[in-house]
């Protein structure tokens, strides 16, 4: 049953959160040195992390997953099978079964992770990528797999052109020709956009 | 995905938009018509929300930093190593309270209300996502996500 209040379906794994509150530094220290330990602290808390958002989400709804500390700009492959790619995995599976649609927001560098997104069922997620991530790999990688969204870059809209930015969206158009991609800018509209980029991008698929 | 920028062309500052989640909106709803587009998919929640929710400390304009400077987030050793065995013995609702009160600007004081205090707190954040989930539905427009 649901709850009758409200609650955000914005979340993130409970190894982003260890990583963040725990600062970079330690939270490396910690997998080396306590490698059961934060294992059996992410098992425990991904549970509770997935009720919170089942406490007021129905079918169809989405769910965003902050999931940057997850990316190889932070650590390697074989940390993320480890650590990280688990209980991710375990969020995406129950709101999938469940008919909810999971955003995982993935800023940083992601082409060396996504090959574990094969493994997920078919079109279980949108993955949201920011430049960081080679947007045309990632979809030769997730094409048939998962739904990319991204990714014009931050200082195209802040320092390109409006020539700049139409090619860029030309390359993004091409992309989303034979569907599961979503175009849209690499993370936020920076602060310093020009205006009539941000105007390129939103009219690029008229 | 626009939020912050939603402050620039509806000629706002930082600080105005962090004011209320209806300064927030009536902005991002001017900066789609300067834009002059529609958008396809909307972030449904307010910056001052998207700072409660990040779980970090954070900087905000107009109290720590200049009117239009964006917010920033403060990463420091916050969740100490013995927090993970109080994660593993009582779960991560039990330790996330707290946790959240303590990072608040100005920390929320930890006694008997402070569950009841994040808990509303939280709350209060998904009626505002749910308000401006409404106005969105009126405009036939999806959110990336919803409350």
């Given at each position: 049953m649901?709850?009758?209040?409200?609650?955000?379906?914005?979340?993130?794994?409970a190894?982003?959160?260890?990583?963040l509150?725990?600062?970079?530094?330690?939270?490396?220290?910690?997998?080396?040195?306590?490698?059961?330990?934060?294992?059996?602290?992410?098992?425990?808390?991904?549970?509770?992390?997935?009720?919170t958002?089942?406490?007021?989400?129905?079918?169809?709804?989405r769910v965003?997953?902050?999931?940057?500390r997850?990316?190889?700009?932070?650590?390697?492959p074989?940390?993320?099978?480890?650590f990280?790619?688990?209980y991710?995995?375990q969020?995406?599976?129950?709101f999938?079964e469940?008919g909810?649609?999971?955003v995982?927001h993935?800023?940083?560098?992601?082409?060396?992770m996504l090959?574990?997104?094969?493994?997920?069922?078919?079109?279980?997620?949108?993955?949201?990528?920011?430049?960081?991530?080679?947007?045309?790999?990632?979809?030769?990688?997730?094409?048939?797999?998962?739904c990319?969204?991204?990714?014009?870059?931050?200082n195209?809209?802040a320092?390109?052109?409006?020539?700049?930015?139409?090619?860029?969206?030309?390359?993004?158009?091409?992309?989303?020709m034979?569907?599961g991609?979503?175009?849209?800018s690499?993370?936020?509209?920076p602060?310093?956009?020009?205006?009539?980029?941000?105007?390129v991008?939103?009219?690029?698929?008229? | 995905m626009?939020?912050t920028?939603?402050?620039?062309?509806a000629?706002k500052?930082?600080?105005?938009?962090?004011k209320?989640n209806?300064?927030?909106?009536?902005?991002?709803?001017?900066?789609?018509?300067?834009?002059?587009?529609?958008?396809?998919?909307?972030?449904?929640?307010n910056?001052?929300?998207?700072?409660?929710?990040?779980?970090?400390k954070?900087?905000?304009?107009?109290?720590d930093?200049?009117?239009n400077?964006?917010?920033?987030?403060?990463?420091?050793?916050?969740?100490t190593q013995?927090?993970?065995?109080?994660?593993?013995?009582?779960?991560f609702?039990?330790?996330?309270?707290?946790?959240?009160?303590?990072?608040?600007?100005?920390?929320?004081?930890?006694?008997?209300?402070?569950?009841?205090?994040i808990?509303?707190?939280?709350?209060?954040?998904?009626?505002?996502v749910?308000?401006?989930?409404?106005?969105?539905?009126?405009?036939?427009i999806?959110?990336?996500?919803?409350t």
């Amino acid at each position: 049953m649901r709850n009758s209040y409200e609650v955000p379906h914005v979340t993130a794994p409970a190894f982003d959160t260890f990583s963040l509150s725990r600062r970079m530094g330690n939270f490396c220290y910690d997998i080396f040195n306590e490698p059961d330990l934060v294992k059996a602290a992410c098992e425990r808390a991904t549970p509770d992390i997935i009720n919170t958002v089942f406490k007021s989400a129905k079918r169809g709804d989405r769910v965003a997953i902050f999931a940057m500390r997850s990316s190889a700009s932070f650590i390697s492959p074989d940390m993320f099978e480890k650590f990280a790619f688990p209980y991710l995995k375990q969020m995406v599976l129950a709101f999938h079964e469940k008919g909810i649609t999971p955003v995982i927001h993935a800023d940083g560098k992601w082409l060396p992770m996504l090959r574990y997104f094969q493994k997920l069922p078919p079109k279980s997620c949108i993955i949201a990528l920011d430049d960081s991530t080679d947007i045309v790999k990632a979809k030769e990688m997730l094409h048939g797999h998962q739904c990319i969204r991204g990714n014009l870059p931050a200082n195209i809209l802040a320092f390109g052109t409006e020539r700049d930015t139409q090619a860029y969206c030309d390359k993004l158009v091409e992309l989303a020709m034979d569907g599961g991609f979503i175009i849209g800018s690499g993370c936020e509209v920076p602060l310093n956009a020009k205006l009539e980029n941000v105007r390129v991008l939103m009219n690029c698929t008229k | 995905m626009i939020v912050t920028y939603a402050a620039v062309p509806a000629e706002k500052t930082q600080a105005d938009i962090f004011k209320s989640n209806k300064h927030w909106l009536h902005a991002l709803i001017k900066c789609y018509e300067v834009i002059g587009c529609a958008p396809d998919i909307v972030f449904p929640m307010n910056p001052k929300d998207v700072t409660f929710i990040e779980q970090m400390k954070v900087r905000l304009p107009d109290k720590d930093l200049g009117d239009n400077e964006l917010f920033q987030l403060i990463e420091e050793e916050i969740m100490t190593q013995a927090d993970y065995k109080i994660i593993i013995d009582n779960g991560f609702a039990a330790w996330q309270i707290p946790f959240v009160a303590s990072i608040q600007n100005p920390p929320i004081k930890q006694n008997k209300l402070t569950a009841l205090r994040i808990t509303l707190k939280f709350i209060q954040v998904g009626m505002r996502v749910g308000k401006n989930q409404k106005y969105w539905n009126k405009c036939e427009i999806p959110m990336k996500f919803h409350t």
